[in-house]
């Protein structure tokens, strides 16, 4: 199957920055879109930035011209640089992709905790 190791998340003062990266092993035989989605407290996760395969992206309001998503193809890693964090991106991250490995499926990193204090 797929395994993905998420690293890059702990504490930060709001204004400051973080990077995540997510990087996925297995029998993969082809890596389709990638993702970030977010979640917090009492919140209901959902979809931070996405980048598909040929490099298009799309990322929350909430997140714009804040949040810069990539990937290396070549690593099978997904990143998210976060800029001028604030305590509202306070939240856990999970990375997210579609792969296929026998078919087509969805896989969720473990979750890496971002907290950023006011």
């Known amino acids: 199957q797929v395994q993905l190791v998420e690293s890059g998340g702990g504490l930060v003062q709001a204004g400051g920055s973080l990077r995540l990266s997510c990087a996925a092993s297995?029998?993969?035989?082809?890596?389709?879109?990638m993702g970030w989605h977010r979640q917090a407290p009492g919140k209901q996760r959902e979809l931070v930035a996405r980048?598909?395969?040929?490099?298009?992206?799309n990322y929350a309001d909430s997140v714009k011209d804040r949040f810069t998503i990539s990937r290396d193809n070549a690593k099978n890693t997904v990143y998210l640089q976060m800029n001028s964090l604030k305590p509202d991106d306070t939240a856990v991250y999970y990375c997210n992709l579609n792969a296929l490995v026998r078919s087509t499926s969805d896989y969720w990193g473990q979750g890496t905790q971002v907290t950023v204090s006011s």
């Open positions: 980048i598909t395969s040929g490099g298009s992206t």
């Open positions: 297995g029998s993969i035989v082809r890596l389709n879109a």
